[in-house]
């Protein structure tokens, strides 16, 4: 491979291009005189993502090892549409992509969407990679996020990008724990607009991507080789625990968990995070790092899953909306919170064998009615998912479950029953 000396500025260059089987890969390589010895760190993005996202790991990398920047088929910027390709696909791509250009041995990171596909290439190909670090991976089908997923899709193809990109900031932010990540309002409005200004393409991309992640059906063999698998404390899109899980499958795993951190670790604790990544990629010792936590993932105590609080309105009854039909169901709200709530039929008129993808609940101390999907139903009680179509009403309502001077918090359910009765 041939390697070209670093500056942030060529980050932005024309990338070159290596052609596999019709595919197309792009790339740049990166290296200094005193490690070109030494095998490459190559990284693999996930949605939204381009080369220029990884400039602070590059900048740390490149002091000690060559680097590898990589977009495959619909990835990063790589323009090629391959609605063909499966997520095992990528993995014999990507060891294509380094026998063509002579590397023999990689040490890979994975982030989000590049997570599947770095662990799919490092479990297919043991002898071509030496470290493998991943970030923000679950290999659980778990319905939220299939409903998410396939809620995402929806929204693109139907062209409401506003509701899309509010979608998507909602699903990488955990907005119940903005005051810990410190996300600001800035920083969600860009990267709203970022989302909600895609091109035809990167529409069709993303798209592809995802139906691909839904076609999944699950990894057949985990890495063997020495793997971390780092988490944010309060990811709620791929949870602590499913990380935790899949550093259980890996021979030589390692579970990291950065704190006052969602999905988007990377960008909200970079120098903890590029202080792991560092370590890790030059086999040194992981303790020690402010802001990181280190487990045995055997170990790892994954007892308290709840990353946010429930709450419960003094306020009853609610109105349950069906847009499609214009039918109304008289609801009180079990709990609450940014992300989902339970759900309390008073008439049990609601038939779940019915069409239910456009039910709003109302929500009057708002002034808005929010997107429910429910995932599940046991007699009475629906289990339901809240999905944010506009990203003003979804800051009304963390307000409202922050702010509301009547919602009851964190309190068992007969002393709620007890105060309506």
């Given at each position: 491979m041939q390697f070209s000396t670093f500056s942030p500025a060529e980050l932005k260059a024309t990338p070159s291009v290596q052609m596999i089987d019709g595919y197309k890969v792009q790339f740049l390589a990166f290296a200094s005189p005193g490690n070109m010895h030494k095998s490459p760190v190559m990284f693999l993005g996930g949605a939204f993502q381009s080369f220029t996202s990884f400039r602070n790991e590059v900048e740390q990398i490149i002091t000690t090892h060559p680097v590898i920047l990589a977009d495959f088929p619909s990835q990063g910027s790589n323009d090629q549409l391959a609605p063909e390709l499966n997520m095992e696909d990528f993995a014999d791509l990507i060891a294509g992509f380094l026998n063509a250009q002579d590397v023999a041995r990689v040490q890979l990171m994975g982030v989000s969407y590049g997570s599947a596909m770095a662990t799919l290439f490092a479990a297919a190909y043991p002898n071509m990679i030496e470290?493998?670090?991943?970030?923000?991976?679950?290999?659980?089908?778990?319905?939220?996020?299939?409903?998410?997923?396939?809620?995402?899709?929806?929204?693109?193809?139907?062209?409401?990008?506003?509701?899309?990109?509010?979608t998507a900031v909602c699903n990488l932010i955990n907005h119940n724990r903005l005051?810990?990540?410190?996300?600001?309002?800035?920083?969600?409005?860009?990267?709203?607009?970022?989302?909600a200004r895609l091109d035809d393409n990167e529409r069709q991309r993303y798209a592809q991507n995802?139906?691909?992640?839904?076609?999944?059906?699950?990894?057949?063999?985990?890495?063997?080789?020495?793997?971390?698998?780092?988490?944010?404390?309060?990811?709620?899109?791929?949870?602590?625990?499913?990380?935790?899980?899949?550093?259980?499958?890996?021979?030589?795993?390692?579970?990291?968990?950065?704190?006052?951190?969602?999905h988007l670790a990377q960008f909200e604790q970079k120098e903890s995070s590029m202080e792991l990544v560092h370590r890790f990629m030059r086999g040194d010792n992981l303790k020690g790092i402010d802001g990181i936590e280190i487990y045995d993932p055997q170990a790892y105590d994954h007892g308290n899953q709840r990353l946010q609080g429930r709450h419960r309105p003094l306020e009853q009854p609610y109105r349950l909306i069906d847009r499609s039909t214009g039918k109304e169901h008289v609801?009180?709200?079990?709990?609450?919170?940014?992300?989902?709530?339970?759900?309390?039929?008073?008439?049990?008129?609601?038939a779940l064998s019915e069409a239910n993808d456009q039910l709003y609940l109302e929500i009057p101390e708002t002034g808005a009615a929010y997107h429910v999907r429910i995932l599940g139903r046991e007699k009475k009680t629906l289990r339901c998912l809240l999905?944010?179509?506009?990203?003003?009403?979804?800051?009304t309502l963390l307000k409202y479950l922050t702010e509301h001077l009547l919602m009851v918090r964190e309190i068992p359910a007969g002393e709620v029953a007890e105060k309506l009765a």
């Open positions: 470290r493998l670090l991943i970030s923000g991976i679950t290999c659980f089908r778990r319905e939220s996020l299939i409903t998410l997923l396939e809620d995402s899709v929806g929204l693109l193809e139907s062209g409401d990008m506003n509701a899309f990109a509010t005051e810990e990540t410190a996300v600001g309002p800035t920083y969600r409005r860009l990267l709203f607009r970022q989302i995802t139906r691909r992640l839904l076609r999944f059906g699950g990894f057949k063999s985990f890495p063997t080789c020495e793997t971390l698998i780092a988490t944010g404390e309060y990811d709620n899109f791929t949870l602590p625990q499913e990380n935790a899980a899949v550093a259980r499958q890996c021979v030589n795993g390692t579970f990291a968990v950065i704190r006052n951190a969602d609801v009180r709200i079990q709990n609450i919170n940014f992300s989902g709530c339970e759900l309390e039929q008073i008439h049990v008129d609601l999905i944010q179509r506009d990203l003003k009403q979804a800051d």
